[in-house]
């Protein structure tokens, strides 16, 4: 059975600014994919909903929020005692040292705090009961120097065999009586939820037909990578890794500061008249989730993010 556009955005909560922080909390779940600063800020009591951490990679734009996330989950009005499991790419030396400060400074925990490394290709439960929903990793192209690791949301799922395909509901219920439910049906894994991190474009098929792929996109343009990390993705090879995905949404995050919302907007148009890549497109643009369909959204935005830059003056150099 699928459950068309899930999950709506209305599910997500998150913040991103490539440099600053990154942190995206999938309510449906209660996941929490990367913690940059600010997390703890931006969901406030939310905190105590959340039961599992998944952190893509240790730089700091991404890991910066435990400590204080930590800190309320111990002392803040909420459910004290939840567990919480906090996953990250094994030997990570930049998690280890966030694991030490808070295991020196947090000794006497109200709750049941757990770091677990992970492997690329590993499976994670989500639904103990069931166990229908499970995570599982795979290897992004980040730092040359660190693992690097995202995450899909998996729900193993029931469908009719090919040869099946096109049958009446007579003639398949006639192989039902005689041979039973099995003979007509498979499982099979469907991707509900894709979340890469920072990373170059993920290979299409460790992403296939996800119903949603959360994909960075640091750039516009490829010559916008001026220091050339080669560490990101820029704007029309995310559009591409989409449509050879075939994924039905894609939320683009870790957008550069150098782009004003309306560049961002007419860059992502302008984009997708050259690739369409056959799916929905948004944009997790600071705390806002913006769709492209939807353009009322983007022009309130706009005007909010030019009021606020007038107050704030212009930045210093
Ligand atoms: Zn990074």
């Known amino acids: 059975m699928t459950t068309p556009n899930f999950p709506l955005q209305d599910q997500l909560r998150g913040f991103s600014r490539a440099l600053f922080s990154t942190w995206l909390y999938h309510r449906r779940f209660n996941i929490l994919f990367d913690a940059g600063e600010g997390v703890a800020t931006g969901l406030l009591n939310r905190v105590f909903g959340i039961r599992r951490v998944f952190l893509s990679h240790g730089h700091a734009d991404h890991i910066a929020g435990l400590v204080n996330l930590i800190n309320i989950r111990n002392l803040g009005a909420g459910d004290q005692t939840a567990s919480l499991q906090i996953y990250f790419p094994r030997d990570n030396k930049l998690i280890e040292f966030i694991t030490d400060y808070l295991t020196r400074t947090q000794k006497d925990l109200s709750f049941k705090l757990e770091w677990i490394p992970l492997e690329e290709d590993e499976k994670i439960l989500l639904d103990d009961q069931k ?24 729900e193993q ?5 090919p040869q099946f395909v096109g049958l009446s509901q007579r003639e398949i219920n006639e192989v039902i009586w005689s041979k039973g439910k099995d003979e007509v049906a498979e499982e ?43 560490q990101h993705s820029y704007l029309a090879e995310v559009l591409e890794t989409a449509k050879a995905a075939r994924v039905e949404n894609l939320l683009l995050f870790h957008t550069s500061l150098r782009y004003n919302l309306e560049e961002l907007r007419q860059g992502i148009e302008d984009g997708m008249a050259r690739i369409n890549p056959g799916c929905r497109v948004l ?9 492209t369909a939807s353009p009322h959204s983007w022009k309130k935005r706009i005007q909010r993010e030019r009021a606020r830059e007038k107050a704030l003056g212009e930045p210093s150099e």
């Open 131 to 154: 166990s229908k929903v499970f995570m599982r990793t795979f290897k992004t192209r980040h730092s040359q120097r660190q693992l690097s690791l995202g995450y899909n949301i998996i």
């Open 157 to 161: 799922r029931r469908r009719l065999k």
């Open 188 to 230: 099979f894994e469907k991707i509900i939820f894709s979340y890469g991190g920072d990373s170059r474009p993920i290979d299409p098929q460790k992403i296939a037909e996800s119903l949603f792929l959360c994909h960075e996109c640091t750039y516009l343009n490829i010559e916008d990578d001026e220091r050339n990390f080669q």
């Open 283 to 291: 944009v997790l643009h600071g705390d806002s989730i913006l769709d």
